[in-house]
T-cell receptor
Framework: QKEVEQNSGPLSVPEGAIASLNCTYS??????FFWYRQYSGKSPELIMF????GDKEDGRFTAQLNKASQYVSLLIRDSQPSDSATYLC??????????????FGKGTHLIIQP | DAGITQSPRHKVTETGTPVTLRCHQT?????MYWYRQDPGHGLRLIHY???????DKGEVSDGYSVSRSKTEDFLLTLESATSSQTSVYFC???????????FGPGTRLTVT
């Protein structure tokens, strides 16, 4: 059973601080990693993806991947109240064969305190 | 929502009735997916399609069937709805297998 684990939270962070969200996954064959943001009652919105070890930055967001430790994280700098949402970590094992689709964690609820 | 629509957006139905949910995309993406989202379980893959008439099962496919007769449409059918199928259903699309997926607005289905 492939698993993606996230701390459910809530994670409370002051406005302007760095929010750090973490995710671990069980399948060493995992190839691609994604972070989605989901507001209450809305659909998941892709905010970052990363395929290689190391860091990937996009505006205020940085995704970090460590395949040896089976760990992926998302940093949000200068956190804003509008960043308050549930953040979903997702993993794809597809690498040219086998099953398709993403395996999701249950999400971390992030609250940015003004 | 990346040119993805789902219909209906809300539906209430009775146990034992058939239900079909529709996903329509205007992005011409090859890959399409159906997920369900439930409290305590997160998003789980039901079925996916890797081309017209090419579909396969996901993690929670029992009680569901799918069809894809055109690139733009992916249908999810509950042959005989049960209360355990009460959920929010999301369609997703991708132009790269194993790559990033974009989600539709979702359908909230209640089976009474």
């Amino acid at each position: 059973q492939k698993e993606v684990e996230q701390n459910s939270g809530p994670l409370s962070v002051p406005e302007g601080a760095i929010a750090s969200l973490n995710c671990t996954y069980s399948d060493r064959g995992s190839q691609s990693f994604f972070w989605y943001r989901q507001y209450s009652g809305k659909s998941p919105e892709l905010i970052m993806f990363i395929y290689s070890n190391g860091d990937k930055e996009d505006g205020r967001f940085t995704a970090q991947l460590n395949k040896a430790s089976q760990y992926v994280s998302l940093l949000i700098r200068d956190s804003q109240p509008s960043d308050s949402a549930t953040y979903l970590c997702a993993v794809s094992e597809y690498s040219g064969g086998g099953a398709d689709g993403l395996t999701f964690g249950k999400g971390t609820h992030l609250i940015i305190q003004p | 929502d990346a040119g993805i629509t789902q219909s209906p957006r809300h539906k209430v139905t009775e146990t034992g009735t058939p239900v079909t949910l529709r996903c329509h995309q205007t992005e011409n993406h090859r890959y399409m997916y159906w997920y369900r989202q439930d409290p305590g379980h997160g998003l789980r893959l039901i079925h996916y399609s890797y081309g017209v008439k090419d579909t396969d099962k996901g993690e929670v496919s029992d009680g569901y069937s799918v069809s894809r007769s055109k690139t733009e449409d992916f249908l999810l059918t509950l042959e005989s709805a049960t209360s355990s199928q009460t959920s929010v259903y999301f369609c997703a699309i991708s132009d790269v297998r194993g790559g990033e997926q974009y989600f539709g607005p979702g359908t909230r289905l209640t089976v009474t």
